[in-house]
T-cell receptor, first 114, second 116 residues
């Protein structure tokens, strides 16, 4: 079972920042937080991941709380093409028994409006 | 650089027939994963190869499913005989390093399987 909890759906206006929350209160010290998204009919697309520090790349920013029990994915300037299902996934690090497999939950359906 | 490629993109077969799905991972990626999404459900892990060896096949639903990765390159997933409940989208993903788990997995576009 997924170890994360996300809102079922969210809306965002085009050009505004989209902030997608995720709760992972049972995360272990050796587990990373990953974000993927799935645009209709495509395969899941990697966005970003982090352990405990905030991370930023060309797609998004990831803010992880100090206790690591929750995180927020930020799309700074959402576009219509960002409409997708966003998955927050806790993934075990090296040495664990899950060998890097991803456990998907229901995700958050983000709809970006004009 | 080519991404993860899956063949075919769509397959429609009759119940009881056999279907073989193929996945070509990104060149040099040791890890290859199979996932699937059946109607209305979440994306579920099926199995994981490290090179040619099956590292974890705990997600394989039953013995009608057989996955191989000959030579540690491409992989096939055979369903024999196919049942109606096997319909769904089958995804393949690959990632680079066995040791460094904090590397991202790249997914293919999936194969949509319809069993009628």
């Amino acid at each position: 079972d997924a170890k994360t909890t996300q809102p079922t759906s969210m809306d965002c206006a085009e050009g505004r920042a989209a902030n997608l929350p995720c709760n992972h209160s049972t995360i272990s010290g050796n587990e990373y937080v990953y974000w993927y998204r799935q645009i209709h009919s495509q395969g899941p697309q990697y966005i970003i991941h982090g352990l405990k520090n905030n991370e930023t790349n060309e797609m998004a920013s990831l803010i992880i709380t100090e206790d690591r029990k929750s995180s927020t994915l930020i799309l700074p300037h959402a576009t219509l093409r960002d409409t997708a299902v966003y998955y927050c996934i806790v993934r075990e690090n090296a040495g664990g028994t899950s060998y890097g497999k991803l456990t998907f939950g229901q995700g958050t359906i983000l709809t970006v409006h004009p | 650089e080519a991404g993860v490629t899956q063949f075919p993109s769509h397959s429609v077969i009759e119940k009881g027939q056999t279907v073989t799905l193929r996945c070509d991972p990104i060149s040099g990626h040791d890890n290859l994963y199979w996932y699937r999404r059946v109607m209305g459900k979440e994306i579920k892990f099926l199995l994981h190869f490290v090179k040619e060896s099956k590292q974890d096949e705990s997600g394989m639903p039953n013995n009608r499913f057989l996955a191989e990765r000959t030579g540690g390159t491409y992989s096939t997933l055979k369903v024999q005989p196919a049942e109606l409940e096997d319909s769904g989208v089958y995804f393949c993903a690959s990632s680079q390093d066995f040791v460094q788990w904090n590397t991202e997995a790249f997914f293919g576009q999936g194969t949509r399987l319809t069993v009628v």
